[in-house]
């Protein structure tokens, strides 16, 4: 225990002292209010408005407040709003536009003023240095004029006699002191003209450069002012017109002076007959409303109509009529342009220089391109188009090759050193240069066409040789000479003849090839056009020939086909089987969505609904028909579903397996399973072998119908389980028992 006693109590505190073991401590009734040592933050002021600034060509206010935050108020509907309104987007932007304008031009005001400012200080320190250096000079110009001490010259003569001397030498000291004095005087006055003068002449001089000063400062002044109105000038081009916010108009009578305004004197409205704003700025029918706008918003004529909603409406309907315009424009000017078959023609004579070009391949590149689909009622009219010029082609090709190998062979003949037993390769060299040598495209066709000139004209050196020896035998023998000129005329007409009758049945069998090509390729597109003609003027299954054969003949393309009438009728039938079959398998498919069972008859079908459908209106079906094609079509549907149900027995493994295993005789061969491949419990007692057999003839109907159950083949035939059970008995009494290995 401390031999101290307790601390005392703090001030303003006292003890009562009751239960010896309690000391109750009490607070004083009074304690001094304390100030805290925590330095509260200052009060934030509330944010005001600070500073409202209109916006232009609307009802809307930019407010800024004591905070330096921004927002929008509306002074007739009283709405104020953070985010920039999107009305006012393109006028907010030319009011900063036009801020910033202000800006640069009081900040050039600015610069031009502290540009003055220093000019004039610094002119005011140069007229301030100029007076110090003159000063200086006239201080030292005076300094420089006064004579030193040591040049003073003394005019006292020495006193000979005490008494005379002493005089004499008092008057001549009182003067040489008059003398000095005046000198001084004279000296002075002198130095006083010539400063005077000097002092003038500085004075002169400091006042030609003021002169010279002012004259640059009025230079200066007038420059400046210049650039000020200059400025001013820009900027009050620059600066939008004056408009009010709003014109007291109708919506119809600001509409159609939307459209008759023109703006001059001093921004005053005077309305005229002109073109209207839109059409006037050359707007852009294709460019939105907020691309636009920045284009026509300065124009006075923006606020003839009351409201935004009701100018972008003006906006869209000149954007629709201005596009309509242009569109037909640009159709009248293709069509003025040119032809499109002409241009389909010149598309294929400027892409195609091929035979071997196919019509695929061709329209796979261009059929994006106008002068492809520009022509034509389908691709099929264009292919024929291709095909003739294919053909001319070819023809032109050909020609272009005869006329090639003409020229090659008037070549070898002009240039005179062919010779018999002249060589290729060394005559090719010596008419290479020639163009009717590349002409031939091909060099072993130049070769062929070289051998065969040899060939031709080394008969023709026979023959002119056989001529010569006739001549000698005529002089030998000219008796002899009417015989063998008959002779030879005879051999030659009878060549002749055979001559013709080969190129007559070579040509015959040319053309008759040529013909059967055609009329091949004349069939096959007979046919399609045909066959075109049927899709699009025969939609009815119950129309007959003879009812649609007036509406055909009114089709050119029925008055052109080449195709025989049987073959016309065949086309006909198939068509008109083939519509049929179309709707024939759309009623099916009703049939099927409100029948899904097998067991359903005729009447549980809504038969109202199904006789006014499409597929049976088509097919004029009434009530006894469509009952006669449901009962078909739930034959063809049972028969189907009964070919599936043997199909599901026949890929099923289980029920094959153990089926085919109840047709072996005992055990087989070695039969059953060894016990070394059973487990511990299987087998007879638990040993020895399984008989197989016997197993397979402990699986019944019911293990089979187990597997099948969930097959949707099998559910087909819920509304008959005997008959569906009797299938899957002679299903099995079919299986034959499985076939042994050869091994065995």
Known sequence: MSAFGPPPLPPGWTEHVGNPAVNLHSTPSYIPCRTSSIVQPPKKKKEKPLVKKPIPGTEWLRVTTTEGNTFYTHKGRKESVWIVPEEIKEALLELERME???????????????????????????????????????????????????????????????????????????????????????????????????????????????????????????????????????????????????????????????????????????????????????????????????????????????????????????????????????????????NPKEEFDSLLREEVKSTRTVWSDFRRAWKKDRRFYGWGRDDREREKRFKEYMKELGEKKRAAAEKAEADFFTLLRESGIVKSDSVWKDIKRKLSDDPRYDAVGSSTLREELFHAFLKARRSSDDKNHQDEVGKAVQFSAPADETDISRK???????????????????????????????????????????????????????????????????????????????????????????????????????????????????????LESIEKSLPATKLGSDIGEL??????????????????????LTENAFVKFWGRLRKMGGEGVDGGVAAEDLGENEGEGFGGKVDMKALAKNVDLEDIVKVLKNDKRYMMFEHVP?????????????LSAPKLSVHV
């Open 627 to 648: 009952e006669k094609e449901f009962d078909k079509w739930q034959r063809e549907r049972t028969s189907g579903a009964r070919r599936a149900f043997d199909d599901m």
């Open 100 to 338: 910033v304008r202000e800006e640069q031009t009081r900040l050039e005001q600015e610069e031009r003023e502290q540009e003055t400012m220093r000019i004039g200080r610094e002119m005011e320190e140069e007229v301030d240095r100029i007076k110090a250096e003159v000063h200086g000079l006239v201080k030292r110009r005076k300094r420089d004029e006064l004579e030193p001490l040591d040049e003073v010259v003394i005019t006292k003569r020495v006193r000979v006699e005490d008494d005379g001397g002493e005089a004499e030498v008092g008057e001549n000291e009182n003067g040489e002191e008059e003398e000095d004095e005046d000198e001084d005087e004279d000296e002075g006055i002198e130095e006083s003209e010539s400063e005077e003068d000097w002092q003038k002449e500085a004075a002169a001089q400091l006042a030609a450069e003021e002169e010279e000063e002012q004259k640059r400062r009025e230079e200066e002044a007038v420059r400046v002012n210049e650039a000020e109105e200059a400025e001013a000038k820009r900027a009050q081009e620059k600066q939008p017109l004056s408009m009010p916010d709003r014109v007291d108009l109708s919506l119809d009578e600001a509409k159609a002076l939307f459209k008759v305004f023109n703006p001059h004197h001093s921004g005053a409205l005077i309305f005229t007959d002109i073109a209207d704003l839109l059409r006037e700025k050359d707007i852009n029918p294709l460019h939105p409303w907020d691309t636009s706008l920045p284009l026509f918003i300065s124009d006075p004529r923006y606020v003839l109509l009351p409201s935004v909603s009701a100018r972008r409406d003006a906006f869209d309907e000149y954007c629709r009529d201005r596009a309509r315009e242009l569109r037909q424009e640009s159709v009248k000017k293709e069509k003025t342009q040119a």
């Open 722 to 734: 005997d008959q569906r059970e009797r299938w899957i008995r002679d299903y099995l009494a079919d």
């Open 488 to 606: 030879r005329e005879e051999k030659r007409d009878r060549a002749l003849k055979e001559r013709e009758e080969q190129v007559r049945a070579q040509r015959g069998r040319t053309e008759a090839e040529i013909g059967k090509s055609r009329w091949g390729l004349t069939k096959e597109e007979g046919e399609r056009v045909f066959r075109t003609l049927l899709t699009d003027a025969i939609r009815d299954p119950q129309l007959s020939w003879d009812a649609v054969l007036p509406q055909l003949k009114t089709d050119s393309r029925f008055t052109n086909s080449l195709l025989p009438r049987d073959q016309q009728l065949h086309l006909f039938h198939s068509h008109v089987h083939q519509l049929r079959s179309k709707y024939l398998n759309s009623l099916h498919a009703l049939f099927s969505a409100h029948t899904p069972s097998l067991a359903a008859s005729f009447s549980q079908l809504p």
